[in-house]
């Protein structure tokens, strides 16, 4: 039991994997981005339906968040700052995570404003809370364990390839 | 692994990660590296997205005015919006003339019943303005609607109307999703 709980551990663990993590997390950030970046004002009905923020705070959220997506999603794809952006992501995941789940529990029936802005599409459920749950793990082991293989960065410890990680 | 070690310390050891990947410890100084790339990368976000926010068409006050329960089209332009149950009562009371400020081909593919197209961005706009104007009591109540919570068709087509004099014009945000959902009788292909 401990040998086969490690070897899922050192699977997780290994940088590889998180290269492909990477893309997945980044492409999905991507793709998150681009409909609340061409239609701000529509980001921000959603976020407003919230109610979570103030009303002050509703513009520059709708503003700045999509191209923070946008960028961390490029930096993990293209492997600079890899960790850092993880962690950005990680903290928006558990933010995303908060505000779909107190929603629910308030009952307030309201779209996503997840991947679309669209205000009749893609209603706040379980669904995206577990779709927001599958994505964190990926991101936290980026975080942990990405080494910045295959990407324009430096590794972490600012050698671009590290012998051990091929034996 | 000898009997002698207690489970509480064999289980405290598999949970030490260190000796799954003993080459690689996580230093210090690569912790407060990462903070530093999350500054630059929230900084080099937010300078990004002020930027853009002020050189596209479509930008947002930094600040906006949501008290309206929507970002109010008042606050920018002075045109009074008015709530879907509104236009549904005036709708049915006949109290109201209803215009389509998206294209011919919108308008064409479904419009709420009775409206009239003004096609803001169309190249015969200004005959059919001055038609409309003809035609149209200058006290007449006028809900003007086109498509999506950003669509600044009608606000535009709101101020050319008051413009030419009349009165009573008011926006109906988000008009064609919000009407169609709603059940409300629409057309489709009629004459304007």
Not at chain 1, 10 to 23: E, G, K
Not at chain 1, 113 to 121: D, E, K, L, M, Q
């Amino acid at each position: 039991m401990k040998e086969f709980m490690r070897s899922i551990f050192s699977l997780y663990a290994n940088p590889y994997v998180s290269v492909i993590f990477r893309w997945a997390v980044g492409l999905i950030f991507i793709y998150a981005s681009v409909d609340k970046l061409l239609n701000p004002l529509a980001f921000g009905v959603a976020v407003y339906n919230y109610k979570i923020l103030p009303g002050g705070f509703i513009n520059l959220v709708a503003i700045t968040l999509p191209w923070l997506e946008l960028i961390c999603g490029i930096l993990l794809i293209a492997g600079l700052f890899p960790r850092a952006a993880a962690l950005i992501v990680s903290v928006l995941l558990l933010i995303f995570f908060s505000a779909l789940s107190t929603s629910l529990y308030r009952g307030i029936d309201i779209s996503c404003g997840c991947f679309s802005v669209n205000t009749t599409a893609d209603t706040i459920g379980i669904s995206s809370m577990i779709r927001d749950l599958l994505i964190l793990p990926m991101s936290i082991q980026i975080l942990l364990f990405d080494e910045g293989l295959i990407g324009i960065g430096r590794g972490q410890d600012g050698r671009r390839f590290k012998p051990h990680n091929l034996a | 692994m000898g009997t002698s070690e207690s489970t509480h310390g064999r289980l405290f050891h598999f949970f030490r990660w260190n000796h799954l990947f003993p080459k690689r410890p996580m230093a210090v100084k690569g912790k407060t590296r990462i903070f530093q790339q999350v500054i630059i990368i929230l900084l080099f976000s937010v300078a990004t997205a002020l930027m853009t926010n002020a050189l596209r068409s479509n930008s947002l006050p930094l600040v906006g005015d949501w008290s309206q329960g929507t970002f109010s089209l008042k606050a920018e332009l002075d045109i009074p919006t008015v709530p879907l149950e509104d236009a549904v009562v005036k709708f049915l009371s006949d109290e109201a003339l209803f215009l389509d400020a998206r294209s011919r081909a919108d308008y064409q593919s479904g419009h709420i019943k009775g409206a009239l197209n003004l096609p803001v961005r169309e190249g015969n706009f200004g005959r059919r303005l001055q038609e409309f104007s003809l035609k149209v009591d200058h006290e007449k109540e006028l809900i003007i609607y086109c498509d999506g919570i950003a669509c600044t068709l009608s606000p535009e087509l709101a101020s050319i109307l008051r413009g030419l004099g009349y009165r009573d014009v008011k926006i109906l945000i988000n008009g064609w999703t919000e009407w169609t959902m709603t059940g409300m009788p629409f057309e489709v292909e009629g004459n304007t």
